[in-house]
């Protein structure tokens, strides 16, 4: 079982940058891929960015493509998710999750692990 935290999260102005963090613990996140979703109020949780276990294979929606980098320490057992040029319509609470031996899937029903969430609130 690993379980996940996320950090980082806070509230920007537009075109302001942030940095995640998914801290992992209790199994070595070498064997998962990982993905970070978001979920706005009202809206369903959607598909923001995910990367294979090996670091070269990464994916991202077309929304955040360009602006947010996902990227990977196995050493430090830490998913990050640099996020630049935010926008008011990137607010929301972002979940970092682990799919064991997955292939960076887009979609939440792959992912049998979660954290807790953390907001960003981007103001404009």
């Known amino acids: 079982q690993v379980q996940l935290v996320e950090s980082g999260g806070g509230l920007v102005q537009a075109g302001a940058s942030l940095r995640l963090s998914c801290a992992a613990s209790g199994r070595t996140l070498s064997s998962y891929a990982m993905g970070w979703f978001r979920q706005a109020p009202g809206k369903e949780r959607e598909f923001v960015a995910a990367i294979r276990r090996t670091v070269s294979n990464t994916y991202y929606a077309d929304s955040v493509k360009g602006r947010f980098t996902i990227s990977r320490d196995n050493a430090k057992n830490t998913v990050y998710l640099q996020m630049n040029s935010l926008k008011p319509e990137d607010t929301a609470v972002y979940y970092c999750?682990?799919?064991?031996?997955?292939?960076?899937?887009?979609?939440?029903?792959?992912?049998?692990?979660w954290g807790q969430g953390t907001q960003v609130t981007v103001s404009s």
């Open positions: 999750a682990a799919d064991l031996l997955g292939f960076g899937s887009d979609k939440s029903s792959e992912y049998e692990h």
